[in-house]
């Protein structure tokens, strides 16, 4: 994970999985979570739904036997303690906003103080064809497009 970018706009990146499935999902976005957190930053987990937060708040206390990333579901109210990764749908606080992942079909704030974007995509049909129009979307914008296949 490299520092976010000073840069107006902000810095997207794809990662693709070979799979189908939605736990190795969730596992890679635990994974890239962690990483995160682990490299001095937090961020916004942007969930497609209530339910698929609830799925990666539980994933992120188990996924990893010894791991802690503090995090907690965005309800509205802000996190007690600084550096807490939340959780939730598409009213992010501003200051969550420098680094958001992706889980959703929605596309997140593109505009300051966003740094990064880190869309995980599935190999489903679904999930590919709606990365395919957030792709267009930031590539409109003039946004840098990384893209990682795992």
Not at 62 to 83: K, W
Not at 87 to 100: F, L, Q
Request: aromatic share 10%; hydrophobic share 35%; glycine share 6%.
């Amino acid at each position: 994970m490299t520092a976010p970018t000073d840069s107006a706009l902000p810095e997207v990146s794809f990662y693709v999985l070979g799979t189908h499935d939605q736990q190795q999902r969730q596992e890679f976005a635990c994974k890239l979570i962690e990483k995160i957190y682990r490299s001095g930053f937090f961020c916004y987990v942007l969930a497609e739904s209530a339910e698929q937060a609830e799925q990666i708040d539980k994933a992120l206390w188990t996924f990893r036997a010894g791991s802690f990333v503090p995090h907690q579901t965005y309800r509205g109210l802000l996190p007690q303690y600084p550096g807490t990764v939340l959780i939730g749908g598409s009213e992010i606080p501003d200051a969550w906003r420098g680094v958001i992942v992706n889980l959703s079909s929605l596309f997140p704030p593109t505009e300051a103080p966003t740094q990064r974007i880190l869309e995980i995509l599935d190999n489903s049909e679904e999930s590919k064809q709606a990365g395919r129009l957030r792709y267009r979307h930031y590539r409109q914008l003039g946004l840098s497009i990384n893209t990682h296949k795992i």
